[in-house]
């Protein structure tokens, strides 16, 4: 059982560069997420998905695009690297995001090993 | 909007010490709080998930507590091993069902 598997595991990209990070669990997650996290910052939310081809936005969604054409896969696209989004990418899923009636283990993430990127 | 802080951001201390990491939010408003443990170069792993409605949670030698009314959780880790080290966090779940998340406490045991 792999969980949750993100790729690639780095990347260096110049500004104005587009990239694709591709985050694939085997769980049948229905929720899943895409965070960013930078030195001293708690994780921050870029996008989330609720089911198969549908998507939201989280609270730092600027510059990047996302697709869940599959359940299992969430891309998060990068269409115009900026050094700003110099980062730590992690995917997650999870079965809920849980209202208060489903078990603890419902609302549990599973993340990714994480995408170090660097825009130069 | 719902803050999340940790205090310290950084830990040291002997192997085999008991020691308490603090987490504190802004917004009593929770439906649960969880502590994750982030090892380098890997992923965050899930240690405890405390409903809103419950008081604390135990996992062999870590044990959670949660009072919503002060905003305030701590994980306590029992007789501490240099296998403990890492960086740990602590996520609300909001009202929005967002997770909000702390920064972090680093923590390092030393042999």
């Known amino acids: 059982n792999a969980g949750v598997t993100q790729t690639p595991k780095f990347r260096v990209l110049k500004t104005g560069q587009s990239m694709t990070l591709l985050c694939a669990q085997d769980m049948n997650h229905e929720y899943m997420y895409w965070y960013r996290q930078d030195p001293g910052m708690g994780l921050r939310l870029i996008h989330y998905s609720v089911g198969e081809g549908t998507t939201a936005k989280g609270e730092v969604p600027d510059g990047y695009n996302v697709s869940r054409l599959k359940k299992q896969n969430f891309l998060l696209g990068l269409e115009s690297a900026a050094p700003s989004q110099t980062s730590v990418y992690f995917c997650a899923s999870s079965y809920s995001i849980g209202k208060g009636t489903l078990s603890s283990g419902a609302n549990v993430l599973t993340f990714g090993a994480g995408s170090r990127l660097t825009v130069l | 909007k719902q803050e999340v802080t940790q205090i310290p951001a950084a830990l040291s201390v002997p192997e085999g010490e008991n020691l308490v990491l603090n987490c504190s939010f802004t917004?009593?408003?929770?439906?649960?709080l969880q502590w994750f443990r982030q090892d380098p170069g890997k992923g965050l792993t899930s240690l405890l998930l405390i409903q809103s409605s419950q008081r604390e949670q135990t996992s062999g030698r870590l044990n959670a507590s949660l009072d919503k009314s002060s905003g305030r959780s701590t994980l306590y880790i029992a007789a501490s091993q240099p296998g403990d080290s890492a960086t740990y966090l602590c996520?609300?779940?909001?009202?929005?069902?967002?997770?909000?998340w702390g920064a972090g406490t680093k923590l390092i045991i030393k042999p």
């Open positions: 917004d009593s408003a929770i439906y649960n």
């Open positions: 996520a609300v779940q909001d009202s929005n069902y967002q997770l909000i």
